[in-house]
Nanobody, 127 residues
């Protein structure tokens, strides 16, 4: 089991940028696919982006394509989400998640596919 801790959230004006980090402890992350999810107030948790255990495969929800970039550094046991051109509708609590996978290109997209979760980081975008 991985312990995951998000950092880098905060308040930013529309059009600004933030970079979220997800630091893992407990074991290597090289056998885990990882993903970012977000949950706005009063809404269900939704996927944002995911990355395979090697980083060779990624996916993004349509609303963030071209603005967000997911990456990982397995040696540092850390995953990142670079968020540019932020919009007020990006305001949410952002969660990182991980699940052990056997395939190097597997990128699960559903929350219930993931087993390990961080505590969340608040991102607030003001208009």
């Amino acid at each position: 089991q991985l312990q995951l801790v998000e950092s880098g959230g905060g308040l930013v004006q529309a059009g600004g940028s933030l970079r979220l980090s997800c630091a893992a402890s407990g074991r290597t992350i090289s056998t885990y696919a990882m993903g970012w999810f977000r949950q706005a107030l009063g809404k269900e948790r939704e996927p944002v982006a995911g990355i395979s255990r090697t980083g060779s495969s990624t996916y993004y929800v349509d609303s963030v394509k071209g603005r967000f970039t997911i990456s990982r550094d397995n040696a540092k046991k850390t995953m990142y989400l670079q968020m540019n051109s932020l919009k007020p509708e990006d305001t949410a609590v952002y969660y990182c998640a991980a699940v052990a996978t056997s395939g190097s290109t597997v990128t699960p997209r559903r929350a219930y596919d993931y087993h390990d979760w961080g505590q969340g980081a608040q991102v607030t975008v003001s208009s």
